[in-house]
Protein backbone atom coordinates (compact mmCIF):
# COMPACT_ATOMS: atom_id res chain seq x y z
CA UNK A 1 0.00 0.00 0.00
CA UNK A 2 3.33 2.20 0.53
CA UNK A 3 2.88 5.84 2.12
CA UNK A 4 -1.08 5.42 2.25
CA UNK A 5 -2.09 8.92 -0.29
CA UNK A 6 -2.37 7.55 -3.41
CA UNK A 7 -6.17 7.65 -2.34
CA UNK A 8 -7.08 10.65 -1.86
CA UNK A 9 -7.20 13.66 -4.01
CA UNK A 10 -5.32 16.60 -3.00
CA UNK A 11 -8.99 18.44 -4.13
CA UNK A 12 -10.54 16.50 -1.40
CA UNK A 13 -8.18 18.35 1.26
CA UNK A 14 -10.06 21.80 2.60
CA UNK A 15 -7.62 24.00 4.62
CA UNK A 16 -8.74 26.73 6.86
CA UNK A 17 -7.73 29.34 3.74
CA UNK A 18 -10.29 27.36 1.20
CA UNK A 19 -13.43 27.52 3.97
CA UNK A 20 -12.44 31.36 4.70
CA UNK A 21 -13.11 31.62 0.73
CA UNK A 22 -15.97 29.83 0.61
CA UNK A 23 -17.43 31.75 3.06
CA UNK A 24 -16.54 35.09 2.46
CA UNK A 25 -14.23 36.49 4.99
CA UNK A 26 -13.38 39.55 4.82
CA UNK A 27 -9.79 40.58 6.19
CA UNK A 28 -11.09 44.41 6.87
CA UNK A 29 -13.85 43.49 9.00
CA UNK A 30 -12.60 40.57 10.35
CA UNK A 31 -16.32 38.58 9.20
CA UNK A 32 -17.96 36.15 7.01
CA UNK A 33 -19.95 37.83 4.48
CA UNK A 34 -21.38 34.56 3.39
CA UNK A 35 -21.73 32.68 7.07
CA UNK A 36 -24.30 30.30 7.39
CA UNK A 37 -27.82 32.16 8.54
CA UNK A 38 -30.80 31.04 10.20
CA UNK A 39 -31.29 30.51 13.89
CA UNK A 40 -31.47 26.78 14.15
CA UNK A 41 -28.31 26.39 12.00
CA UNK A 42 -26.03 28.91 13.98
CA UNK A 43 -27.49 26.89 17.13
CA UNK A 44 -26.83 23.63 15.81
CA UNK A 45 -22.91 24.83 14.68
CA UNK A 46 -21.97 25.92 18.23
CA UNK A 47 -23.63 22.85 19.61
CA UNK A 48 -21.30 20.39 17.19
CA UNK A 49 -18.55 23.20 17.85
CA UNK A 50 -18.53 22.50 21.56
CA UNK A 51 -18.35 19.12 21.82
CA UNK A 52 -15.87 18.75 18.89
CA UNK A 53 -13.57 21.45 20.54
CA UNK A 54 -14.08 19.57 23.85
CA UNK A 55 -12.55 16.14 22.66
CA UNK A 56 -9.91 18.07 21.09
CA UNK A 57 -9.10 19.40 24.11
CA UNK A 58 -9.56 16.42 25.96
CA UNK A 59 -6.27 14.11 27.04
CA UNK A 60 -7.60 11.45 26.10
CA UNK A 61 -8.41 9.49 22.77
CA UNK A 62 -11.17 7.56 23.43
CA UNK A 63 -13.32 10.22 23.65
CA UNK A 64 -17.14 9.41 23.38
CA UNK A 65 -18.52 10.88 20.52
CA UNK A 66 -17.00 10.02 17.11
CA UNK A 67 -18.72 11.84 15.25
CA UNK A 68 -22.37 13.97 13.70
CA UNK A 69 -24.75 12.28 11.39
CA UNK A 70 -26.52 14.78 9.92
CA UNK A 71 -29.47 14.07 7.75
CA UNK A 72 -32.38 15.68 5.99
CA UNK A 73 -33.77 16.52 2.48
CA UNK A 74 -31.53 17.65 -0.13
CA UNK A 75 -30.25 21.19 -0.18
CA UNK A 76 -30.93 21.98 3.02
CA UNK A 77 -27.56 22.74 4.42
CA UNK A 78 -25.36 19.34 5.54
CA UNK A 79 -22.41 19.67 3.41
CA UNK A 80 -22.47 23.25 4.52
CA UNK A 81 -22.30 22.85 7.77
CA UNK A 82 -19.54 20.19 8.13
CA UNK A 83 -17.43 22.87 6.17
CA UNK A 84 -18.20 25.79 8.41
CA UNK A 85 -18.18 23.67 11.78
CA UNK A 86 -14.25 22.82 10.08
CA UNK A 87 -13.90 26.58 9.73
CA UNK A 88 -15.25 27.14 13.43
CA UNK A 89 -12.79 24.81 14.55
CA UNK A 90 -10.01 25.62 12.56
CA UNK A 91 -10.61 29.13 14.01
CA UNK A 92 -10.56 28.02 17.72
CA UNK A 93 -7.34 26.00 17.04
CA UNK A 94 -5.14 28.45 15.33
CA UNK A 95 -3.19 29.42 17.78
CA UNK A 96 -1.94 25.85 17.44
CA UNK A 97 1.59 25.32 15.53
CA UNK A 98 0.74 25.82 12.03
CA UNK A 99 -1.80 27.66 10.32
CA UNK A 100 -3.74 24.50 8.84
CA UNK A 101 -4.18 23.66 12.09
CA UNK A 102 -7.95 21.82 11.17
CA UNK A 103 -8.47 20.37 7.43
CA UNK A 104 -11.50 18.79 5.99
CA UNK A 105 -11.34 15.79 3.68
CA UNK A 106 -14.24 15.16 2.20
CA UNK A 107 -14.98 11.58 0.90
CA UNK A 108 -17.48 11.17 -1.42
CA UNK A 109 -19.98 8.32 -0.41
CA UNK A 110 -21.03 7.13 -3.64
CA UNK A 111 -17.11 6.65 -4.86
CA UNK A 112 -16.55 3.96 -1.83
CA UNK A 113 -19.43 2.39 -2.88
CA UNK A 114 -18.61 2.03 -6.37
CA UNK A 115 -15.04 0.84 -5.84
CA UNK A 116 -14.52 -2.92 -6.65
CA UNK A 117 -14.68 -5.72 -3.98
CA UNK A 118 -11.69 -5.40 -1.33
CA UNK A 119 -10.35 -1.90 -2.94
CA UNK A 120 -13.75 0.10 -0.88
CA UNK A 121 -12.51 -1.27 2.42
CA UNK A 122 -8.51 -0.66 1.64
CA UNK A 123 -9.61 3.23 1.00
CA UNK A 124 -11.63 3.08 4.19
CA UNK A 125 -8.39 2.26 5.68
CA UNK A 126 -6.52 4.39 3.74
CA UNK A 127 -8.60 7.29 5.10
CA UNK A 128 -8.54 6.43 8.63
CA UNK A 129 -4.68 6.32 8.27
CA UNK A 130 -4.58 9.67 7.06
CA UNK A 131 -7.07 10.55 9.76
CA UNK A 132 -4.59 9.43 12.31
CA UNK A 133 -1.05 10.70 10.70
CA UNK A 134 -2.80 14.27 9.46
CA UNK A 135 -3.49 14.37 5.79
CA UNK A 136 -0.94 17.78 4.66
CA UNK A 137 0.85 17.49 8.08
CA UNK A 138 2.10 15.75 10.85
CA UNK A 139 -0.19 15.75 13.46
CA UNK A 140 -2.50 17.82 12.12
CA UNK A 141 -5.84 18.20 13.15
CA UNK A 142 -9.08 17.39 10.87
CA UNK A 143 -12.79 17.02 10.25
CA UNK A 144 -13.59 13.67 7.88
CA UNK A 145 -16.60 14.30 5.81
CA UNK A 146 -18.11 11.20 4.69
CA UNK A 147 -21.07 12.66 2.35
CA UNK A 148 -24.15 11.02 1.19
CA UNK A 149 -23.35 8.08 2.92
CA UNK A 150 -26.94 5.72 2.46
CA UNK A 151 -25.17 3.89 -0.70
CA UNK A 152 -22.10 2.74 1.22
CA UNK A 153 -23.36 2.14 5.04
CA UNK A 154 -26.76 0.25 4.04
CA UNK A 155 -29.06 -1.34 6.04
CA UNK A 156 -28.77 -4.97 6.62
CA UNK A 157 -32.58 -5.25 5.71
CA UNK A 158 -32.33 -3.20 2.40
CA UNK A 159 -32.21 -5.69 -0.46
CA UNK A 160 -30.11 -3.66 -2.45
CA UNK A 161 -27.11 -4.67 0.57
CA UNK A 162 -24.97 -6.75 -1.04
CA UNK A 163 -22.94 -8.90 1.06
CA UNK A 164 -19.83 -6.46 0.33
CA UNK A 165 -21.33 -4.07 1.82
CA UNK A 166 -21.25 -5.97 5.38
CA UNK A 167 -17.35 -6.14 4.73
CA UNK A 168 -17.33 -2.75 4.53
CA UNK A 169 -19.04 -1.87 7.33
CA UNK A 170 -17.12 -4.06 9.94
CA UNK A 171 -14.04 -2.23 8.33
CA UNK A 172 -15.57 0.94 8.82
CA UNK A 173 -16.96 0.08 12.57
CA UNK A 174 -13.65 -1.44 13.55
CA UNK A 175 -11.50 2.38 12.42
CA UNK A 176 -14.03 4.39 14.26
CA UNK A 177 -13.60 2.73 17.19
CA UNK A 178 -9.98 3.28 17.25
CA UNK A 179 -10.56 6.57 15.90
CA UNK A 180 -8.14 9.52 17.72
CA UNK A 181 -10.74 11.78 19.01
CA UNK A 182 -8.73 14.27 20.69
CA UNK A 183 -7.41 14.96 16.91
CA UNK A 184 -10.27 14.20 14.84
CA UNK A 185 -14.36 13.69 14.17
CA UNK A 186 -16.32 12.32 11.62
CA UNK A 187 -19.21 13.62 9.91
CA UNK A 188 -21.47 11.05 8.12
CA UNK A 189 -24.56 12.59 5.73
CA UNK A 190 -27.78 11.64 3.98
CA UNK A 191 -30.72 12.51 2.47
CA UNK A 192 -32.13 8.72 2.91
CA UNK A 193 -31.64 7.90 6.49
CA UNK A 194 -34.15 5.09 5.87
CA UNK A 195 -31.62 3.24 3.63
CA UNK A 196 -28.75 3.55 6.05
CA UNK A 197 -27.69 0.78 8.77
CA UNK A 198 -28.67 1.12 12.25
CA UNK A 199 -25.37 0.78 13.49
CA UNK A 200 -24.63 4.17 12.38
CA UNK A 201 -27.39 5.98 14.24
CA UNK A 202 -25.56 3.60 17.80
CA UNK A 203 -22.38 4.93 17.41
CA UNK A 204 -23.38 8.76 15.94
CA UNK A 205 -24.60 11.73 17.39
CA UNK A 206 -27.77 12.13 14.82
CA UNK A 207 -29.31 15.50 13.70
CA UNK A 208 -31.79 16.27 11.44
CA UNK A 209 -31.45 18.92 9.44
CA UNK A 210 -34.79 19.10 7.80
CA UNK A 211 -37.01 22.15 5.83
CA UNK A 212 -36.13 25.21 7.88
CA UNK A 213 -39.36 26.43 9.84
CA UNK A 214 -40.76 29.47 8.60
CA UNK A 215 -38.59 31.78 11.06
CA UNK A 216 -34.90 30.38 9.77
CA UNK A 217 -36.16 29.92 6.41
CA UNK A 218 -37.49 34.31 6.42
CA UNK A 219 -33.43 34.45 7.97
CA UNK A 220 -31.99 32.54 5.23
CA UNK A 221 -33.78 34.28 2.61
CA UNK A 222 -33.12 37.34 3.49
CA UNK A 223 -29.74 36.96 4.11
CA UNK A 224 -28.96 34.90 0.52
CA UNK A 225 -31.13 38.35 -1.56
CA UNK A 226 -29.12 40.70 0.41
CA UNK A 227 -25.51 39.11 -0.58
CA UNK A 228 -26.42 39.77 -4.01
CA UNK A 229 -26.41 42.70 -5.93
CA UNK A 230 -29.47 43.78 -5.97
CA UNK A 231 -31.00 47.26 -6.06
CA UNK A 232 -32.59 48.46 -2.51
CA UNK A 233 -35.52 48.83 -4.40
CA UNK A 234 -35.96 45.15 -6.00
CA UNK A 235 -34.12 43.22 -2.34
CA UNK A 236 -37.81 43.78 -0.59
CA UNK A 237 -39.85 42.50 -3.80
CA UNK A 238 -37.78 39.14 -4.13
CA UNK A 239 -37.13 38.87 -0.85
CA UNK A 240 -40.93 39.06 -0.19
CA UNK A 241 -41.84 36.94 -3.70
CA UNK A 242 -39.23 34.10 -2.26
CA UNK A 243 -40.97 34.33 1.35
CA UNK A 244 -44.27 34.16 -0.06
CA UNK A 245 -43.28 31.13 -2.54
CA UNK A 246 -41.97 29.22 0.64
CA UNK A 247 -45.75 29.85 2.57
CA UNK A 248 -47.26 27.87 -1.17
CA UNK A 249 -45.05 25.08 -0.15
CA UNK A 250 -42.96 25.51 -3.69
CA UNK A 251 -39.87 26.26 -1.59
CA UNK A 252 -38.79 23.18 0.77
CA UNK A 253 -34.95 23.44 0.80
CA UNK A 254 -32.10 26.29 0.73
CA UNK A 255 -31.09 25.14 -2.39
CA UNK A 256 -34.89 25.69 -3.63
CA UNK A 257 -35.01 29.10 -2.48
CA UNK A 258 -31.92 29.88 -4.34
CA UNK A 259 -32.83 28.74 -7.40
CA UNK A 260 -36.63 30.96 -7.04
CA UNK A 261 -34.15 34.14 -5.77
CA UNK A 262 -32.08 33.28 -9.08
CA UNK A 263 -35.01 33.36 -11.41
CA UNK A 264 -36.57 36.45 -9.89
CA UNK A 265 -33.56 38.41 -10.64
CA UNK A 266 -32.93 37.14 -13.85
CA UNK A 267 -36.79 38.04 -14.99
CA UNK A 268 -36.11 41.79 -12.79
CA UNK A 269 -32.93 42.00 -15.41
CA UNK A 270 -35.01 41.52 -18.10
CA UNK A 271 -38.37 42.97 -17.01
CA UNK A 272 -39.76 39.91 -17.63
CA UNK A 273 -39.98 35.66 -16.89
CA UNK A 274 -36.76 34.28 -18.38
CA UNK A 275 -36.75 31.87 -20.78
CA UNK A 276 -34.66 29.91 -18.58
CA UNK A 277 -36.31 25.89 -18.22
CA UNK A 278 -37.52 25.84 -14.73
CA UNK A 279 -39.47 23.11 -13.00
CA UNK A 280 -42.71 24.15 -12.03
CA UNK A 281 -42.18 21.89 -8.75
CA UNK A 282 -39.81 22.42 -6.18
CA UNK A 283 -37.45 19.57 -5.99
CA UNK A 284 -39.26 16.91 -4.19
CA UNK A 285 -37.93 14.47 -1.54
CA UNK A 286 -37.00 11.20 -2.39
N1 LIG B 1 -27.47 28.15 6.83
C1 LIG B 1 -27.35 28.52 5.56
N2 LIG B 1 -27.51 29.80 5.21
C2 LIG B 1 -27.41 30.19 3.91
N3 LIG B 1 -27.15 29.37 2.88
C3 LIG B 1 -26.97 28.08 3.17
C4 LIG B 1 -27.07 27.59 4.50
N4 LIG B 1 -26.87 26.25 4.47
C5 LIG B 1 -26.66 25.94 3.19
N5 LIG B 1 -26.72 27.01 2.40
C6 LIG B 1 -26.61 26.99 0.93
O1 LIG B 1 -27.63 26.11 0.46
C7 LIG B 1 -27.17 25.28 -0.60
C8 LIG B 1 -27.42 23.82 -0.25
O2 LIG B 1 -26.62 23.48 0.87
P1 LIG B 1 -25.87 22.07 1.01
O3 LIG B 1 -25.22 21.70 -0.28
O4 LIG B 1 -25.02 22.18 2.21
O5 LIG B 1 -27.09 21.10 1.28
P2 LIG B 1 -27.08 19.52 1.55
O6 LIG B 1 -28.04 19.30 2.65
O7 LIG B 1 -25.69 19.04 1.71
O8 LIG B 1 -27.70 18.97 0.19
P3 LIG B 1 -27.59 17.47 -0.44
O9 LIG B 1 -28.43 16.57 0.43
O10 LIG B 1 -28.19 17.61 -1.80
O11 LIG B 1 -26.15 17.10 -0.46
C9 LIG B 1 -25.70 25.63 -0.79
O12 LIG B 1 -25.58 26.47 -1.92
C10 LIG B 1 -25.31 26.37 0.47
O13 LIG B 1 -24.35 27.35 0.20
MG1 LIG C 1 -24.58 17.62 0.60
Not at 252 to 263: E, G, M, P, W
Request: net charge negative.
Amino acid sequence: MGQHHHHIAANRILSADDLRKQFGYSQDTNTLLQDIAGESHKKLLSELAAIAQHQFLSPGKKGLVKGFFLFGPPGTGKTTLARRLTLELAERFAHEAGSQSVVMATIDGAEIARSRYGESEERILDIFAHARNGFTAQNQRSVVLFDDIESVFMSRDNQNAKEWHFSQDSVFFHAVDELDTSRSILILTSNRPDLVDAAILDRFLAYEVGTPDAETMCQIISSLVRSQAIGEADLEKIENATIDAYARGEIRSIRDAQKFILSCYVASILGQESRAYRPSRASTVP
